[in-house]
């Protein structure tokens, strides 16, 4: 069981990966009243490992099954509360992705969704010879 408290620890959801992470704030009920369980989910954000691959100027490329995620039109405009991840990820550097993709990209922008079948596409071409 999940005990209320007036306290509760600040998760959010990595766009990339989905998965909750601590941001490390402490939530505070202003009356004090036993009103949140332990962890409150609050948005969105990247987990310290997606965030340093930001940083270091990469795009991560989220691959989405478009069925699962209620989409036909195309996981381009997927909203990530939408977006049903297959799990595979890859990181490009974002003048490769901008290049590869014809493509550009806000500088906020720390992930794009694509669809199945993008990421072994891209494998394949970098084993390929030169
Ligand atoms: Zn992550």
Excluded at 5 to 12: F, N
Excluded at 31 to 54: I, K, N, Y
Excluded at 72 to 84: F, I, K, W
Excluded at 107 to 118: K, L, M, N, S, T
Aim: glycine share 8%; hydrophobic share 40%.
């Amino acid at each position: 069981m999940d005990e209320q408290s007036y306290v509760s620890l600040e998760q959010r959801l990595c766009l990339v990966c989905g998965l909750p992470f601590d941001t490390g704030n402490l939530l505070l009920d202003k009356r004090l009243r036993p009103s949140m369980a332990r962890h409150t989910t609050t948005g969105w954000g990247l987990c310290a490992e997606h965030q340093a691959l930001f940083d270091d100027g990469f795009v991560a490329l989220v691959e989405c099954d478009p069925e699962r995620s209620g989409v036909s039109a195309g996981v381009g405009t997927l909203r990530p509360e939408q977006a049903y991840r297959t799990g595979r990820l890859a990181h490009l550097r974002r003048d490769v992705f901008m290049r590869l993709f014809d493509a550009s990209i806000a500088d906020g922008q720390a992930c794009v969704f694509i669809e199945p079948g993008v990421i072994a596409q891209l494998k394949t071409m970098v084993s390929a010879p030169r």
